[in-house]
């Protein structure tokens, strides 16, 4: 099947700096991809979706200035967590929309735990 | 709103028992509904979707449009089922999905 990574699998950081998150398709090309954000033991919860070439589109509640998301070509999307606070710790995961045998299927990343100091 | 439920957090069967994992949701237009699965350690992996109508690993999932469920079933549970179980229905717009709160599955040898 389809494969999405992500890099880093797992971010320290200081409060105050900014991290980039990356996801790559590496089989497939993807127009679309989505970020989410899991907390412990919760579900998870759809952040942004990335569109190839266009601006992302934001959950109700997801502030875009602090979470910013690239997009520039069909097999990466990038999130950058601008200004960490310990707040924004979290295990963010990304997935890739792919059609295939007339099917649309979204194949998820590993994950990129990100803990802010 | 679009809304998921999952009442079951846990369930624990033993191997060999009949397992049902519950799903309602509320949804505006015709969702697709989908159960994906969360192996220990493991990326999040799609199960199987209501329009496929297939088997997957021996488990199915019947969609209720009465009674908007979308409940996920198998007749014998394996130790190797144990795994984070979400119900997830998906829209139309650029396909965005859902997910339900999970239900975390323990089968017992």
């Known amino acids: 099947g389809a494969v999405v990574s992500q890099h880093p699998s797992r971010v320290i950081c200081k409060s105050g700096t900014s991290v980039k998150i990356e996801c790559r398709s590496l089989?497939?090309?993807?127009?679309?991809m989505f970020w989410y954000r899991q907390f412990p033991k919760q579900s998870l919860m759809l952040m942004a979706t990335s569109n190839e070439g266009s601006k992302a589109t934001y959950e109700q509640g997801v502030e875009k200035d602090k979470f910013l998301i690239n997009h520039a070509s069909l097999t990466l999307s990038t999130l950058t967590v601008t200004s960490a606070h310990p707040e924004d710790s979290s295990f963010y995961i990304c997935?890739?929309?792919?059609?295939?045998?007339?099917?649309?299927?979204?194949?998820f990343g590993p994950g990129t735990r990100l803990l802010v100091l | 709103a679009q809304r998921v439920t999952q009442p079951e957090k846990l369930l624990s069967v033993f191997k060999g028992a009949p397992v049902e994992l519950k799903c309602n949701y509320s949804?505006?237009?015709?969702?697709?509904l989908f159960w994906y699965v969360q192996y220990s350690r493991q990326r999040l992996q799609l199960l199987l979707r209501?329009?496929s109508r297939e088997s997957i690993k021996g488990f199915t999932a019947d969609l209720n449009k009465g009674e908007t469920s979308f409940h996920l079933k198998k007749p014998f549970a394996q130790e190797e089922d144990s795994a984070m179980y979400y119900c997830?229905?998906?829209?139309?717009?650029?396909?965005?999905?859902?997910f339900g709160q999970g239900t975390i599955l323990t089968v017992h040898p």
């Open positions: 209501h329009i």
């Open positions: 997830a229905p998906g829209g139309t717009s650029y396909g965005k999905l859902t």
């Open positions: 949804y505006s237009g015709s969702p697709e």
């Open positions: 089989d497939f090309q993807a127009t679309t």
């Open positions: 997935s890739a929309r792919d059609y295939g045998r007339g099917q649309e299927t979204q194949y």
